[in-house]
């Protein structure tokens, strides 16, 4: 698990889900399930890093919005995928546009307002209809391959963060690790944090209010196990009535992914 060091210090969340124990003893392979935060800012320094790792698919689970805004750079002989996982036009999903606006921004955020907000993410992620349609997306892309593969939003930690555990959960990994992996984004933030903190200013609201949004929490992910048990009684109920991936794809993975 090679969540120690920083892979590519210009995208500081680009990380390896590799070397993960599974349930029944298996591990889960180096070097062929890359997670990240965004990538269009890699540097020329750790250009050649980036290109060694042998990507083969880049999938992009942000929006419209922050696509068009800052493309991608992608890597040498990598396909390109564009997965959307949240409605682009929902209120907050184009969150540039909204933290520019101080009177939409303290209208969604302030007081409080920005821990209910992530609440309310996590709970979409497992849902909406586009949510369950692009993770469904992600999770075949990985088991067809070609491998390797990176998946990433923008800070790489919420849109991403679900989708990491997502494949650790099908793959057979436990809980608790799923969690520490989740929760190792918050080391990870530094390009989030300084973005962040120029929209706060520009916003008007005060770091405290915009911080819940910053970070990842473990009640974070709870509400999106909870709201699953909520809608569809168990994970695997999620998995086969909502997110509507087939046992033979499960397989797949596992045997492109687990040694």
């Known amino acids: 698990m090679k969540n120690d060091g920083f892979l590519l210090p210009s995208a500081p969340n680009f990380r390896d889900l590799g070397g993960h124990r599974t349930k029944e003893g298996r591990t889960v392979r180096d070097g062929l399930l890359f997670r990240s935060d965004?990538?269009?800012s890699i540097?020329?320094?750790d250009l050649?890093?980036?290109?060694?790792?042998?990507?083969?698919?880049?999938?992009d689970l942000r929006t419209h919005h922050e696509r068009d805004r800052l493309p991608d750079l992608v890597p040498e002989g990598a396909e390109y995928a564009a997965v959307g996982v949240q409605n682009a036009e929902a209120a907050g999903a184009n969150f540039v546009e909204t933290l520019a606006d101080p009177e939409r921004a303290r209208a969604m955020f302030s007081d409080g307002a920005a821990e209910r907000f992530m609440f309310g993410v996590y709970r979409e992620l497992v849902s909406?209809?586009?949510a369950l349609e692009g993770y469904r997306d992600l999770v075949e892309r990985a088991a067809k391959g070609p491998t390797?593969?990176?998946f990433h939003c923008s800070a790489g930690k919420d849109r991403t963060g679900?989708?990491?555990?997502?494949?650790?959960?099908?793959?057979?990994v436990e809980r608790e690790a799923i969690t520490k992996d989740y929760l190792t984004s918050n080391e990870r933030q530094a390009n989030t944090d300084f973005w962040m903190r120029e929209l706060s200013r520009h916003s008007g609201l005060p770091w405290e209010d915009v911080q819940p949004m910053t970070r990842v929490r473990a009640d974070y992910l709870d509400t999106a196990y909870t709201h699953i048990d909520e809608l569809y009684g168990s994970f695997d109920n999620y998995v086969v009535n909502g997110l509507k991936i087939s046992g033979g794809t499960i397989e797949n993975l596992k045997n492109r992914m687990l040694a």
Not at 48 to 59: A, C, E, M, V, W
């Open 38 to 40: 965004a990538l269009h």
């Open 43 to 45: 540097s020329e320094q």
């Open 48 to 59: 050649p890093t980036y290109q060694g790792f042998g990507i083969r698919q880049l999938i």
């Open 128 to 130: 909406d209809a586009e």
């Open 148 to 150: 390797a593969l990176v």
């Open 162 to 172: 679900w989708g990491a555990a997502l494949l650790l959960d099908l793959l057979g």
